[in-house]
């Protein structure tokens, strides 16, 4: 009986472990990660010693219909943005008096995970202020 009680509860984490999607089922977006640094010095603006930037005023965002405010958000030591939609171009708002802009560059990934047949954007390049941006591991640097 005890037995019969263990593999009960044990059972659906070992189903689960084996499904790769499990915990994404048909969400069909990419995640990009990016900070803002001195062209100069490539001290980080906003997470460094001295922030020029406050955190919580960068942020991402778009002139697209429906999608109104912030579509990234901070971790305390990078940006990230989860991007449902393909957007072409955002706008990155820095501070009251200063907005620059992202275009955007993608593949389309089709995944089993993703239930659209088209499947997702997946961002190979973003160009800042009309430059590529580099990356470093999976988080774009933006030269400011």
């Excluded at 037995?3 to 915990?23: A, H, M, R, T």
């Excluded at 062209?39 to 219909?65: C, E, M, N, R, W």
């Excluded at 593949?107 to 470093?136: H, L, P, R, W």
């Amino acid at each position: 009986m005890l037995y019969k009680i263990i593999i009960i509860i044990i059972l659906p984490f070992v189903i689960n472990s084996c499904d790769p999607c499990f915990g994404e089922r048909g969400v069909c977006a990419d995640t990009f990660n990016f900070r803002i640094v001195d062209k100069a010095s490539g001290v980080d603006l906003v997470f460094g010693q001295i922030p020029v930037y406050h955190k919580d005023s960068v942020y991402l965002l778009t002139t697209l219909p429906g999608y109104q405010g912030a579509m990234s958000f901070n971790d305390n030591h990078k940006f990230s943005s989860r991007l449902l939609i393909p957007v072409d171009t955002f706008y990155l708002h820095v501070s009251s008096a200063d907005m620059d802009t992202l275009l955007m560059n993608y593949d389309f990934v089709k995944s089993n995970c993703c239930k659209t047949a088209e499947g997702y954007g997946k961002v190979v390049g973003i160009k800042y202020n009309g430059m590529n941006a580099d990356k470093q591991g999976d988080t774009f640097i933006f030269k400011k």
